[in-house]
């Protein structure tokens, strides 16, 4: 499946974080997603095969990478409060297929 | 308007009744359609996909679209309190996998 780490980060305002996700083996795509409780997922951006292939309305501190090996990264620069949210991280074995395989998902709190 | 519309509940059903979730979509040109399950404090998981107009049926759910009324429905049959979750209405406005756009979800609890 998907795995993501840490399961739950705290962080001060201003500091920069990196989540981490293993995609689920063979599968080339991978999408990020905030979700604030109480909301669905808000789409940050989108990697497939390594270069950014779409990214949702979120600020350039919000910043990611692809590797060969089927991880990435979610990197947050200059922390705001609002940024503590549900971090998923889910897989497609196709590109635009839609059926996600989400991660168990990072927990990020900025105090 | 959002792009993704769906009632927040809570929707309360007793055990054994059928369970009716509705989603509206904004973008006339939506490909796809999916349903997510997401258990609190967790993750969301797929649990029914559909793409042409009609009903689907996979065990004791059944996904409807109406792409001319821009309508999705989730219905589960026989609701189970293992059922009780939030169900996150998903739209593909394209093929191409970036405007995958997730509804604000509808709380269910299926009450013993």
């Known amino acids: 499946g998907v795995t993501q780490s840490p399961t739950h980060l705290i962080k001060t305002r201003g500091q920069q974080v990196t989540l981490r996700c293993s995609s689920q083996s063979g599968h080339n795509t991978v999408s990020w997603y905030q979700q604030a409780l109480g909301q669905g997922p808000q789409f940050i951006f989108q990697?497939?095969?390594?270069?950014?292939?779409g990214r949702g309305n979120f600020p350039p501190r919000f910043s990611g990478l692809q590797f060969p090996n089927d991880s990435s990264e979610l990197n947050v620069n200059a922390l705001e409060l609002d940024d503590s949210a549900l971090y998923l991280c889910?897989?497609?074995?196709?590109?635009?297929?839609?059926?996600?395989?989400f991660g168990s998902g990072t927990r990020l709190t900025v105090v | 308007q959002k792009e993704v519309e769906q009632n927040s509940g809570p929707l309360s059903v007793p055990e054994g009744a059928i369970a009716s979730l509705n989603c509206t979509y904004s973008?006339?040109?939506?490909?796809?359609f999916f349903w997510y399950r997401q258990y609190s404090g967790k993750s969301p998981e797929l649990i029914m996909s559909?793409?042409?107009?009609g009903d689907k049926e996979d065990g004791r759910f059944t996904a409807q679209l109406n792409k001319a009324s821009q309508y999705v429905s989730l219905l589960i049959r026989d609701s189970q309190p293992s059922d009780s979750a939030t169900y996150l209405c998903?739209?593909?406005?394209?093929?191409?996998?970036?405007?995958?756009?997730f509804g604000p979800g509808t709380r269910l609890s299926v009450l013993p």
């Open positions: 889910a897989s497609s074995q196709k590109l635009g297929a839609g059926g996600y395989t």
């Open positions: 998903a739209v593909n406005k394209d093929n191409y996998g970036q405007n995958f756009v």
């Open positions: 559909i793409y042409s107009n």
């Open positions: 973008d006339r040109v939506s490909q796809s």
């Open positions: 990697y497939y095969r390594e270069e950014e292939n």
